[in-house]
């Protein structure tokens, strides 16, 4: 027969409530509040926090506190990452983060849901879909990240988005539900703000 937990990690229904997962989402709440009241000053305990608390870390990444996930051992992420304040990850299923990925502030990356039918979540059951992203994405503030989507590599998501469905790579995508608006070409290399165009020495950037 299988566990509550195993049924989480297999996107079966499975009982929030089960004593094991109420027991691991609270040693990760004892990491959490240890690294939201951390000093800022005090960079190397943060970073080892951080170690502690997330499944796979790289060498390089900056996470901003206050940060706040429900397990932590479910998330994977590329090198060079950074999340800005705020960020809310519900890894009850695997959340994996390519490389070179920025993510803006007050960010919600949720793997977990619930039934629609009234009864059913008042018996505690919940499921989870795993969330994959892209190298070289960026999300921009206030995003939400619903189960089971993939982001594609390179791609931009607006702010304020709600995304409810994949995105594909090498595009700008935004609003409420998400969707796409444009690609992004070589164009794009020119300019770093709408028209305003970087100034920067070929070979990067050339009219």
Request: proline share 6%; hydrophobic share 35%; charged share 20%.
């Amino acid at each position: 027969m299988k566990s509550e937990k195993d049924r989480m990690v297999e996107g079966l229904p499975y009982n929030a409530t089960d004593e094991t997962i109420q027991k691991e989402r609270q040693l990760a709440r004892e990491l959490l509040f240890l690294i939201n009241t951390t000093h800022p000053s005090e960079k190397t305990k943060l970073r080892e926090l951080f170690l502690r608390l997330i499944g796979g870390l790289k060498e390089r990444f900056l996470i901003e506190p206050p940060f706040q996930c429900d397990f932590g051992y479910n998330i994977i992420t590329g090198e060079n990452f950074y999340a800005n304040y705020n960020l809310v990850i519900l890894d009850s299923a695997r959340v994996t983060i390519g490389e070179n990925v920025l993510i803006g502030p007050n960010v919600g990356i949720f793997t977990a849901g619930h039934p629609v039918h009234p009864e059913l979540r008042e018996m505690g059951y919940e499921f989870a879909f795993p969330i994959t992203i892209g190298n070289n994405v960026w999300i921009g503030g206030n995003v939400v990240i619903n189960p089971g989507i993939k982001i594609g590599d390179n791609s931009v998501i607006g702010s304020g988005s709600v995304v409810t469905k994949d995105m594909p790579a090498n595009v700008v995508a935004a609003g409420n539900p998400c969707r796409v608006l444009r690609e992004i070409t070589e164009s794009n290399r020119q300019y770093y703000y709408k028209n305003l165009k970087f100034t920067l020495p070929a070979p990067f950037c050339q009219d």
